[in-house]
Nanobody, 115 residues
Framework: QVQLVESGGGLVQPGGSLRLSCAAS????????MGWFRQAPGKQREWVAG???????NYADSVKGRFTVSRDNAKNTMYLQMNSLKAEDTAVYFC?????????WGQGTQVTVSS
């Protein structure tokens, strides 16, 4: 019903920046929420940031002040601007769409922070 495709991942040095995108397509409600999650090897998937249709945002403490989530509702695309990246940010980043009844996940994009 809803397809999500992440892009923008890659290799970056500590202190660098990356911008992730999540493009959504399919049947969607006019009001919904989207968010970013990440999963490092051997770790449980954790929530990173979320944003509502109205633009309200929330962040995990670990990324607050460094990451910024935004969305372009006309393009059905969500972004995650990641600055001051640390090695601990290394993970596969997933986007999620949720309309209150169901949720959909993308396939993820790898972010590696290393020198």
């Amino acid at each position: 019903q809803v397809q999500l495709v992440e892009s923008g991942g890659g290799l970056v040095q500590p202190g660098g920046s990356l911008r992730l995108s999540c493009a959504a397509s399919g049947s969607m409600f006019r009001v919904y929420s989207m968010g970013w999650f990440r999963q490092a090897p051997g770790k449980q998937r954790e929530w990173v940031a979320g944003i509502t249709t109205a633009g309200n945002t929330n962040y995990a403490d670990s990324v607050k002040g460094r990451f910024t989530v935004s969305r372009d509702n006309a393009k059905n695309t969500m972004y995650l601007q990641m600055n001051s990246l640390k090695a601990e940010d290394t993970a596969v980043y997933f986007c999620k769409y949720q309309n209150g009844l169901v949720e959909y996940w993308g396939q993820g994009t790898q972010v590696t922070v290393s020198s």
